[in-house]
């Protein structure tokens, strides 16, 4: 994650007036917008889901108000495992729709794991939300933040330091609601790669990997890691030749491969050699919770889910049942997604307020985590969700 050097991103826009933190929570569609002079406004759906979901982005709603920037007008609306309970749909229509229409939306975490389809397979639908809005690229930083946070010797802030891009529209997802099961005595998943998809991630890593490589001193050269299991699969040796000629196109671009196996290894012996790795969508999704593990856990890792026309920004995490209601949920990663969302806006809309006001919230979370008793349980502490959360909107200021 980067910070601008420039100081004048950090200038507010208007430092001195009082803005109080209010309640995001209410359903259907409570708007809510901050009173603060600027150039341009956003809005933002905000889908809470269920177990921790709402603790979490309760808490990153309350760092983006006092982190100031641009205007956002909240909209928040029904989703998730609790959702269908109420009204037989975990992802209704008009929360979709409203998905579609916003600038970003901002998702906490949805499914429990006693709310189920009749197949048994647990209700995802911010899984579903990826394939309607074709959120094709899963974008998950790994950083480190503090030595404490990492469960192998000799890294400190800033030693870990990548991006596990996930294809989020295909692979193995793509079987999703349509593996055959037979008789009772059989059932098939297919893995789906097209040159299409694997394209356009593959490309979009590069461009990433030469991004990073820009905003590094010194410009060292990007590095994009194919991670796959071309050796065995036909589908992967695919993925692996579109890779290659992808990155054709990209020579001041270091492309390596390995195999998903290997990584597992390789990212526990060296996380620190990696910039940027791609994967199919299961691969993906495996190796954010062991990446995440080498930065303090799911609740410190953020994600975007991005598409030509839409994103949606939430933790990597799920619901966590089994800490819901304790109000010990770790809000960093959905605090830092907000500020990736903030990243996002101000890229595609060339809107300089909204990357100062990214810088601010990532400073803030850097400032406030070097404090060795600013933790939630999880990543050592005794900290609430709600003070961690208030630790940090107050360094925002
Ligand atoms: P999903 O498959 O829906 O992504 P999961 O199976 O990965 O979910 P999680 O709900 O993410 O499971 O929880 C995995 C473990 O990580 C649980 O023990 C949970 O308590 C812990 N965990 C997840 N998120 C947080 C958080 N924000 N703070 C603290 N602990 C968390």
């Not at 966590?320 to 809309?349: C, E, F, K, Y």
């Amino acid at each position: 994650m980067q910070i601008s050097e420039s100081q004048d991103l950090y200038r507010r826009v208007d430092d001195t007036e009082e803005r109080p933190y209010r309640c995001f929570r209410g359903l259907p569609s409570e708007l809510l917008e901050r009173n603060q002079p600027s150039m341009s406004s956003y809005q933002i759906a905000v889908l809470k889901g269920d177990g921790i979901g709402p603790d979490v982005v309760d808490e990153a709603l309350r760092v983006l108000d006092a982190a100031g920037g641009p205007v956002l007008s909240f909209s928040e609306h029904p989703s998730g495992a609790d959702c269908y309970k109420e009204t037989g749909d975990p992802l209704p229509e008009a929360s979709v729709e409203a998905c579609r229409q916003a600038d970003a939306v901002l998702l906490g975490a949805m499914g429990l794991p006693d709310v189920r389809w009749p197949d048994g397979t647990e209700m995802r639908p911010q899984v579903d939300l990826r394939f309607l809005l074709d959120l094709y690229a899963g974008l998950r930083p790994i950083y480190l933040y503090t030595a404490d946070h990492c469960p192998l010797k000799g890294y400190g802030p800033g030693d870990i330091d990548f991006v596990l891009l996930r294809e989020n529209v295909e692979g193995l997802f793509a079987s999703m609601n349509g593996g055959i099961q037979l008789r009772g005595e059989m059932a098939v998943d297919s893995m789906v790669i097209t040159r299409t998809g694997t394209e356009r991630i593959v490309r979009y890593a590069f461009e990433l990997a030469q991004q990073r490589s820009g905003a590094r001193s010194g410009n060292p050269p990007g590095r994009v890691t194919c991670v796959d299991k071309a050796n065995i699969f036909r589908s992967m040796a695919f993925f692996r030749q579109i890779f290659d000629e992808v990155g054709t196109g990209y020579p001041a671009i270091t492309a390596d491969h390995a195999y998903v196996d290997a990584m597992a290894l390789y990212l526990v012996r060296q996380p620190q050699t990696y910039d940027v790795l791609v994967a199919e969508n299961m691969f993906g999704d495996i190796l954010s919770d062991l990446a995440a593990g080498l930065v303090g856990g799911l609740g410190m890792a953020p994600s975007g889910d991005i598409g030509e026309d839409a994103a949606v920004f939430q933790p990597v995490h799920g619901t966590a049942p089994d800490i819901a209601g304790q109000g010990v949920a770790n809000p960093v990663g959905t605090i830092l997604s907000a500020a990736m969302m903030w990243r996002w806006l101000g890229h595609r809309h060339d809107d300089e307020e909204a990357l100062a006001a990214a810088a601010r919230i990532e400073d803030a979370v850097r400032l406030v985590l070097a404090d060795k008793k600013a933790a939630t349980p999880d990543i050592g502490g005794t900290m609430k969700t709600h003070e961690l959360g208030q630790a940090i909107a107050a360094a925002c200021n």
